[in-house]
Nanobody, 116 residues
Framework: QVQLVESGGGLVQPGGSLRLSCATP????????MGWYRQAPGKQRELVAV????????DYADSVKGRFTISRDNAKNTVYLQMSSLKPEDTAVYFC?????????WGQGTQVTVSS
């Protein structure tokens, strides 16, 4: 059983920042595109950001472009999501994902709540 372990969620005021982390087993991390998804109550899970095995390949949802940054530290087998200028509509459970040709692994999710 592959476990992705997310951390860094919490309660933050509008305009604030948070950094999410996702630790991944090394053999999986090195082969995988890593992504962050989110799911708000009553809504479908949606892609937030993804980074390829090459550090320069990233993509973002339009709603977070310019505010969120995804990065990966290959030495620590960890992917990060730096979130800035947070808005109430960013409130959701955020999930880490590791995907390859024949597999798709998920973390348990971490709650992010943006509220005053």
């Amino acid at each position: 059983q592959v476990q992705l372990v997310e951390s860094g969620g919490g309660l933050v005021q509008p305009g604030g920042s948070l950094r999410l982390s996702c630790a991944t087993p090394g053999i999986i991390f090195s082969m995988s595109a890593m992504g962050w998804y989110r799911q708000a109550p009553g809504k479908q899970r949606e892609l937030v950001a993804v980074i390829g095995t090459g550090l320069s390949t990233t993509d973002y949802a339009d709603s977070v472009k310019g505010r969120f940054t995804i990065s990966r530290d290959n030495a620590k087998n960890t992917v990060y999501l730096q979130m800035s200028s947070l808005k109430p509509e960013d409130t959701a459970v955020y999930f880490c994902n590791a995907s390859g040709i024949e597999y798709d692994y998920w973390g348990q999710g971490t709650q992010v709540t943006v509220s005053s």
